[in-house]
């Protein structure tokens, strides 16, 4: 029972990361309204800006802050610029875009992917050390999101800085590489004892 609870939490994450790539598929096959039943969702458990989310058939997987604004037309660095990048889903240029930022993506595909390697490694693991997942796992995500969010409006207390996809990438994998090897062998302890 309990190696089937553990199987289907992390299938329902992984889903959780790869269904955000059906969006574009059915927005590209001519489906807007289906993709709608993905994009809208997950607005709720992610901000989906336009120029910090991967594409589908489109010019390019990944676009800058400046090449999004020039190719969408949007200017981000208003509030309802900001929102207009969020509810952008892209066109036939720049494709279409993934439902779950780059980010969450690294986040819940390492967790997922994770997951599948400490299924079979179960009975020989136990949970990392709190401070590796502090100095792994959160530290790097912070400096990344933290420096990037202060740097920009309303706060601008640093100079500028968007940071890129591929060190969201990273910073989003190491966050969601530590957390499956911390959470689930303390479920799975949890659950035996």
């Not at 489906?31 to 969702?41: C, F, L, M, R, S």
Request: overall charge positive; proline content about 6%; charged content about 15%.
């Amino acid at each position: 029972m309990q190696q089937r609870w553990l199987t289907l939490l992390i299938g329902g994450i992984l889903a959780y990361a790869l269904l955000p790539f059906l969006a574009p598929v059915l927005m590209q096959l001519g489906y807007p309204q289906a993709a709608q039943w993905i994009y809208v969702p997950y607005k709720f458990t992610c901000h989906t800006y336009g120029f910090r989310s991967f594409y589908l058939f489109g010019e390019a997987f990944a676009y800058d802050r400046e090449t999004f604004e020039r190719l969408s037309g949007l200017n981000t660095r208003t509030a309802s610029g900001l929102l207009a990048a969020r509810d952008f889903q892209g066109n036939t240029r720049i494709g279409y875009k993934v439902a779950l930022c780059q980010r969450d993506v690294a986040i819940y595909l390492a967790m997922g992917l994770n997951g599948l390697v400490y299924l079979r490694l179960r009975r020989r693991t136990q949970p990392i050390p709190w401070w590796l997942f502090i100095a792994v796992g959160l530290v790097p995500i912070a400096v990344d999101g933290v420096s990037q969010l202060i740097s920009q409006p309303p706060f601008n207390l640093i100079p500028f800085r968007e940071s890129t996809w591929l060190l969201r990438l990273i910073t989003g994998g190491l966050l969601g590489t530590t957390l499956a090897w911390l959470v689930f062998p303390l479920l799975d302890g949890l659950l035996r004892d």
